[in-house]
């Protein structure tokens, strides 16, 4: 008789465990959806989504070939997607300040790899910063790459981002190529994307 209520109970575990494969991460809300970056607003800014970490944790030290902590990026209707759904291209993660003069001297450089390099997605990270004040920078600069809100810089921490701006750069399989602290130039990321 126990026999066929431990099985019973086996067969209850596997069916609740086998429903959570798409199930919404905790700190989404409820009724967000998962979409391709593809289908997120095409003008300035790409709608300003948020950063929310997949999993807390201390901050990681990237080091080339390491997977980067993984991020949803959602927009304030509940669309979203992760930084690993955009496995099979090529990523440059840009942390940054609109107060950061290093950051102002480098965004049109690195605007236009986005533009030359069209398997390259450039995820703008904006650091502790009012939506306000990052719309009009992404006005200014006519950001038309993913301009993502880090309100409280838990993506940068996690990320032991230490400087701004710092770049992040991950290869085609998602993994971390090259991290490069400081203003970058179209040299610099000509010589890594070309790698």
Request: net charge neutral; charged share 20%.
């Amino acid at each position: 008789m126990r026999r066929p209520l431990l099985f019973l109970l086996f067969l209850l575990t596997v069916a609740s465990l086998a429903g959570c494969g798409e199930k919404a991460h905790s700190d989404l809300p409820a009724g967000a959806r998962r979409v391709a970056l593809s289908e997120f607003p095409n003008n300035i800014g790409l709608g300003y989504p948020q950063a929310v970490l997949k999993e807390p944790g201390p901050p990681q030290m990237l080091r080339r070939g390491d997977a980067p902590p993984d991020f949803f990026l959602l927009l304030p209707d509940g669309r979203y997607t992760a930084l690993s759904d955009l496995k099979g291209r090529r990523v440059l993660i840009n942390f940054w300040a609109t107060w950061c003069p290093p950051c102002r001297a480098e965004m049109p450089e690195l605007l236009q790899a986005a533009q030359d390099y069209p398997d390259l997605v450039l995820l703008a990270v904006n650091v502790s910063e009012a939506p306000e004040a990052v719309s009009r920078f992404a006005e200014q600069f006519r950001m038309n790459a993913a301009v993502v809100l880090d309100p409280q810089g838990a993506i940068s921490d996690r990320y032991n981002v230490r400087g701004l701006p710092t770049s992040v750069f991950l290869d085609a399989s998602g993994l971390i190529q090259e991290v490069r602290p400081g203003a970058i130039n179209r040299k610099v990321i000509d010589e890594i994307l070309q790698r």
